[in-house]
């Protein structure tokens, strides 16, 4: 069982930054492929960005050049720093681990965190 716990998420401007973090359980996190997913009301969880367990990452489209994924093997930690937010933005956050090691931008991961809410007002 792994269990992972969303922060950092909140109600920002137009343009603001924000540091999203998902702590992770398990003494094995260096090995785990991670993901960031958000899903908007009335919209289905999309893709955000992935890393592996040897730091290669992806990204959606729409958040290149943006946001950033990574992660901090010795505090169990991954992250998702997010700049130049605007209001499309705005969905839950969720965090997800795949203790073998791979990483998709679909939802098969094995792991999810409760979410963290990001409001992102005009």
């Known amino acids: 069982q792994v269990l992972l716990v969303e922060s950092g998420g909140g109600l920002v401007q137009a343009g603001d930054s924000l540091r999203l973090s998902c702590a992770a359980s398990?003494?094995?996190?260096?090995?785990?492929?991670m993901g960031w997913f958000r899903q908007a009301p009335g919209k289905e969880r999309e893709f955000v960005a992935a890393?592996?367990?040897?730091?290669?990452?992806r990204y959606e489209d729409s958040v290149k050049g943006r946001f950033t994924i990574s992660r901090d093997n010795t505090k169990n930690t991954l992250y998702l720093q997010m700049n130049s937010l605007n209001p499309e933005d705005t969905a839950v956050y969720y965090c997800?681990?795949?203790?073998?090691?791979?990483?998709?931008?679909?939802?098969?991961?094995?792991?999810w965190g409760q979410g963290t809410q990001v409001t992102v007002s005009s």
């Open positions: 997800a681990a795949n203790p073998s090691g791979m990483v998709y931008t679909s939802t098969s991961y094995d792991y």
């Open positions: 398990g003494r094995t996190f260096s090995t785990y492929g």
């Open positions: 890393i592996t367990s040897i730091g290669s990452t």
